[in-house]
């Protein structure tokens, strides 16, 4: 391994075919989304990502539930959170969820925070939404410190005291999840990454280069400042949207109806001048290649690439396809690149060993 | 000193424009050494629809709005359309990120119709830039179509115009060239742990 992990991430949302109208049902998405997770082991795929929302049309309001399933029927593939609200959830309960999985999976398990996109969810959970930083900042606080000390007194601004309080199960070896901070535009969460030592994820699809090369470059910049090394070795993952097809042409006529119908797309700039703009890549294997590969040059030698292939309705069989391509064809090649040019004091990717070794 | 100006006429020529030509020149002749940034909002009317859907500017308007938010001062003039700014003006600001107006002088115009439509500025764009916590300067300057012809009527837009100049010119001379606010600047840690 090149100390690089690829995988892919599921929103989990439910679209009809743009074609025939027809929209799975909740149960078939959800088999859907177990069966990419086990294609992305077959194929060699490092990560499986799953969303976590709370209204139609999403099915993932259980992310432990789908990949606790999973873990159970795979032997190697890591699971991970596309993301975790850590502003509505409450942190004594991912604590527990995710120390659980983690037993269960042996612990091929991290997590990406995030604070999720949809106003109401706030509400719908007893929160406030101009909360949104200071949810994230003291509910990881938390987070931490249940997973790190054994017997926690806590007292904050959110959530009820605990006095005695021991989070179980406790992490696996004594080995809290490896944790990721997503944030698209939120200066604030690239700190908190930071601080932390932490990695930091930027879900760099929908959004201009210029402005994911910001965020992560405040994010290296006080990485280094907070002493956990030099800015070139902050853990960085992104994201990334393909589609393939052996020839490109059939890639774009493809994929176009559903971009042009998609809640995010949709209506907005063209799907060449989005594929210009963001780092959607619509065209042969070789094309998603050479996209990838700029990523590096514009943000650094990072850990960890995600994409999303399923979604916006795109038909399963497609879907599966696109995991194939990235298996077989892409994946391999962007890992040799990748390994070639990367120095050798940028680390790898944390996983549980790394982290358990003491090495991360 | 930078001055920016945002007139969102649609037509060409347009009397937006002509206003909005009218109060630049008397403002940068109060001011004297000026930098002038003209936003002809038309000509970013698609991608700024394509920013409300998409979530991000292209990098043509992105610089508009840059210009915009990095000036010392700021000159808006909208034509009157149903009794109100137009749509694709609102939409300009609509897309500003919150607080990048934040003390900003402003200078308000509009063009209208109608002489009717001349409280437009006070019951429309002044609670507009009052909300985007602009600086916005008492005399606003509306142009009917008599203003621009007629006996007496060019001396009394003339002179609103130079009342109206000469209070940016003041706001913008005492406040100076501000740094435009950063998107991406952040409290450390410590005090974003305090605050919880």
Known sequence: MSGMQFGIFSVGDIAPDPETGRAPTEHERLERMIETALKAEEVGLDVFASGEHHNPPFVTSSPTTLLGYIAARTDRIVLSTSTTLITTNDPVKIAEDYAMLQHLAGGRVDLMMGRGNTGPVYPWFGKDIRDGIGLAVENYALLRRLWREEVVDWEGRFRTPLQSFTSTPRPLDGVPPFVWHGSIRSPEIAEQAAYYGDGFFHNNIFWPREHTQRMISLYRTRFEHYGHGSADQAIVGLGGQVYMRRNSQDALAEFRPFFDQSPIYGGGPSLEETMRQTPLSVGSPQQVIDRTLEFREHFGDYQRQLFNVDGMGLAHKAVLEQIDFLGEEVVPVLRKEFAALRPAHVPPAPTHESLRKGLS | ?196
């Open chain 2, 1 to 196: 000193m930078t001055l920016a100006v945002v007139t969102a006429g649609l037509r060409r020529p347009s009397s937006t424009r002509l206003l909005a030509d009218r109060l630049t020149s008397a403002v940068t002749e109060a001011l004297g050494d000026t930098d002038v940034t003209v936003v002809e909002v038309r000509d970013h009317a698609h991608d700024l629809v394509n920013h409300l859907v998409s979530g991000y500017p292209s990098a043509e308007l992105r610089t508009a709005l840059d210009a915009v938010t990095g000036a010392a001062g700021l000159i808006a003039v909208t034509p009157t359309i149903s009794g109100s700014y137009s749509g694709l003006f609102k939409t300009f600001f609509d897309v500003l990120d919150e607080g990048a107006l934040a003390g900003m002088p402003v200078l308000i115009g509009a063009s209208g119709g109608t002489a009717r439509h001349s409280l437009v500025l006070e019951h429309a764009v002044r609670p507009l830039f009052t909300y985007l916590r602009a600086d916005v300067v008492p005399t606003s300057v509306f142009a009917a179509p008599e203003d621009w012809g007629g006996a007496a009527a060019p001396d009394l837009l003339a002179h609103r115009i130079d009342r109206a100049a000469g209070e940016l010119a003041a706001r913008v001379r005492q406040r100076g060239d501000q740094p435009p606010p950063d998107p991406f600047s952040t409290p450390p840690f410590e005090d974003l742990l305090r605050a919880t």
